[in-house]
């Protein structure tokens, strides 16, 4: 987390102008460019009630707006400036913008970074000016924005009625994709209050923009799609202070394969970065990671409207048996709780709808339904008042068009809704509109919301649940990064194991023999078999030149194996410094433990668990967590690992004391934090784990400015 | 696959009669009946031009249809009879149909198995005497079907216009989910060939309708909801013919979880199946199986356009960068093949869009192509030159309601598209509509296809890419299923090692040793550390009685073990009668794999073959296949498993030979079979392996019959 904090720099005053201005000026404004009327025409549609100014080269009045020839002539310090001149005369207008005292602009222009060396020339002036000047800058080459709360809609996209306000946020660093997400939104039924196309991100990235967003008043959710994040610091904090308003942020990056970094790098010329890594950021700091559109929009829109679930199960009636069925097994593949119901409220279920059998949860209230629609209140009402059930979902089709006739059962299903206390939707079971012909009904009906469909509901719910649980578990969510000086830089494996040992962390006992006598005697001492290793700050890969010999036992085995190590291990490294060989007990049974710790250029230190061997090699078999990582962490990261039940007594072997484990890994990591920003990587490879007893057998410390 | 053809003994004729229907009876008709009121709102307006009449206790006309009282009096031996009447009165009515020679019935009535016991034996009789009679029946408690090829609209559901013939057809259980795929499709502007509604299927199940469809002129792609198979045997045949006629079948198969299975059971009363099972049953008969509503229908709509691929690449041109990113990540998620463009192509993209880098694939056309929309006509036609891409997606919106212009792009791809002389579609980032306004401009434009969004399409063409690559795969599809006679019942590990032995599989040379001086002498012959092992009809489980020793060198410990062995089984089993000892060779090194048989009750034989140990034990990582299994399909299921990579050499070991592997799996697999229906179960495990060494250590056969 090693980039500059952007919307710090910025300021929440110069933000605030931007996002949320009472006067504007459109620089480039005339009523011959296609640009000024797209904007003109949004303007008036949504209809800003802020002061609009036109500037341009003769300074003539525009589509009504007085004109100027600069800002600088505008009688007061407008709050913000929309340039959409021609290319070669963006840095004059920023220039003028500068003079006039205006302190944020929005830059439409294309052709900077985006376009090759000479445009990012451009863009890298034109960034040092803006920030020389303290004006803070959206773009360029970016879309704009709309604040639906203000009704600003301060873009070329064409922005058409309803404008559905609400409480969802859309930031998004494609302008094309942007339009989509924010159509299909408001083709959802869901609200909006501000969308932000970022651009080239000069200077506002998406996170300076979620760190808004978060302090955003009429903001609940903030929605973000993205290709790279290039501020990860301000992203991370945003995350958490979002977390403490009990705000959401659901992502789609895209970025999990070679190709698509290729195709990002093309389309914006930044890095998408380690896709593990930022699942495993997300998974830390509460972000709702998505992989479609679809559920980007859907998620944001359904977790708008229930906020956090008091309990985490999920109720749900359908008059379609295939629809529980359906839900029933995606809930398993989201991870969905759907509750077994309590002894009372499988009762009422079933003096209502008689049946074969126990009333199960997707709750089948059958054909009886389209007879009777007044058993969709006893229904609803029954599954809301159980205990165990957070969200109620009734799937019947919301008419939308001419096509669909309003039908008896939603008014019904509209009142029980209403009246559960809980949060609850009516549930489409495939993705369509809620057109203005479903928002008539369902004002008619009282139905307090419809989502749709049944896949992207199930993950949406999947996600809101997950996120409600992690909320609750958040005991201090703005823990402060540990940074420790770093006072200690280990170069060989003993230095390391011995660092690592007065970080708390256990290691197994060894001595440094620098005679054959002292490698007999350490030998004997512990009266067991042991291994051998060479000890030489100058060698890191010790098999590679005979530096290890395991299983030695008796006298002659350990005095020869101590003659021939040393001798083998100087012809092959002659300039290797050495400092003998190190003597330790052989440890046998139980398990190995890879516990690895990287630098990630995005994220930094990152730590890496998994068992060692075939399973990390053959299978990827690890768990991610950057840095800092608690124990109530690194247990959960075991948990994950698909080799988890080896860790709970395999075999015949003892189970594996997880918290004992779990403390150790985390001591590791806070180790590896304390070196400081030097360190590449520190690995414990093996740590040896049986039953309760968790030892390091080696360690290797890497640094980045090492030879 | 051993449930009776219900479509084989209905015969296709009576299959016809009853979805092509010239006459029909509506048995139940009259003005006052919600239902028969429905049922003639869709006949007119969808327009069945067929005859109609009307059958009620009076005899009198309803809608205009001539009245009479009994199917047996109408003048003609009409195709079908459609029975709406109350539960009570259904026996008589159908008894009616048979004896006006009627020979298809389709039963709307509900009350049957799906209500409890009473029903289920009232659905019983019916189905007896359906049968005598030689009368083939689509229900009860179904919602009957729309054959849009012929405007028959035989169903209560309200279909609304446009009534969009096409080529894909719908067979659903669920009569309230199938009304949903079917606004979806519809919706889509996907036209339909046939909807079939099953219910509780008395006769006509799944199978027996995709079967007909098969068959059925006008359906090209079958989609399928359903909750269980009832007949696998006629589905497999039934998908075998399929591929042949290439013609696909995509399934939503619910049924993954055990809450799953409750729910199923609970809505048609029938077992869902192992999951796995179905899964690999699918993976052979080239079923394209999805696991939403979306992809099902997204799936089978564009599979109806594309047809099969000829070559698997996938290209896309996009305005939008972002889609470009997100098409690049879902495809590798998806399975699909977005190859590098030749170079030919990638000059003929950037003389059209100058930019930095190489021409990519996805191609980002950039925002140059709103100025300038012939781009889209160059790069299109470059795309579509290239012999790598089989498919061509044009991601651009279509536009479907009244906030939406035509705009000049649309013209000029269109123009493009359907000039490239390969599969092409218009792709919208996110699901929505394509609606009579979308239908206008199309025609107006001559766009051949417009879907979305981007993952449902990414999705399908993932599906279409492996499907259009497993048909050219396929030499013989009809591949008919041994079935040779049981003439051999091994009951003792050395029996079923001699088997498999006397089937061709490779076995570990073993030698009965009836003595102390047997044992000793057979060691020493071999020379080598050797295993020692009971031997004894009685005896499944070895170990547990201490019947198993390894690793045993030298006359003394030989002989020694031999007399402890034998103390030791007979006194720890008394009654069991034992042969001897086997003793055999120690293998060491290598891999050891599991390859077990086991009879799934819907699908029979299927083959499961893992890593053992803990691979199996705790990852669960194993690959099925239904017998017969092929070399070739063998050594792919080997491929699939997570652990494929420890086969290929790792950390030292030589490589397996895959192919004599997969070989002596494929035996095992028809050792198997051969044993005919009475075996449950057959396992070699460990199947041992080392480079191209393999061989059966140790086997057992179990079976269904057994006390």
Redesign the interface.
Known sequence: MNHPNVAAAAGPAALERLFYPQSIALVGASERSPWSQLLHANIQRVGYAGRIYAVNKTGAAAHGYPGYRACREIPEAVDAAYLFVPLEAVLDAFDDVVESGIQSAVILT?GFAE???EGAALQAELTQRARAAGVTVLGPNCLGYANLAIRAAMTPIPI?PPFLPGKVALV???????I??V??AQ?SNIGLSMCIATGNEAMLDVAACVDFLVDDDNTQVIMV?A?TLRDTATFAAAARRAAVKKKAIVM?K????E??A???????GALVGNDAVFDAACRQLGVLRV????NL?VTAGLLAHTGPLRAPGVGIV?????????I??????HGVS?PALSPATRARLREAVP???EA?N?F?I??LAVRDPALFERVLTALGDDPAIGFVGCVY?MPWNE?WQQVPAIEVIGRALAQLGKPSAML??????VSQKSRDIMAACGVPAAFG???AVVGALGHISRWSAWLQAQTSVDQPLPVLPADTRPDSERATLDYLASRGVPVIPARLARTRGEAVDFAASLGAPVAMKIASPDIAHKTEVGGVRLDLQGDTAVGAAFDAMLAGVRQARPDARIDGVLVSPMRSGGLEILVGTVRDPQWGLTLAVGLGG?WV???ADTQLHVLPVSPQEAKAMLGRL??A??LQG??GSPPVDLDRLARVIAAIGDAALALGGSLAALEVNPLWVRGDEVEALDALAVWADAP
Chains 1, 2 share one sequence.
Request: aromatic letters at 2%; hydrophobic letters at 35%; charged letters at 20%.
């Open positions: 294309s376009a090759g060396p058409h998004g660093q494609s302008g094309a994709t942007s989509e997400i159509d299909m083709d799609f290709e789609l895209a970025g999990a394969t190709l698509t290729q195709v990002a790098a093309a389309h914006t992989h479609t559109l679809e929009v359908s008059i379609s048996g295939g629809a529980c069925t359906l029933a097994d995606r809930a398993e593949a759907l049946g074969p059998g199960l997707p089948d059958t054909g089709s096509k489409n079971q495939t993705l369509r509109p469909g049944l896949e075939v090699e053959a299978l698909r080799a039940k080896l395999f075999r």
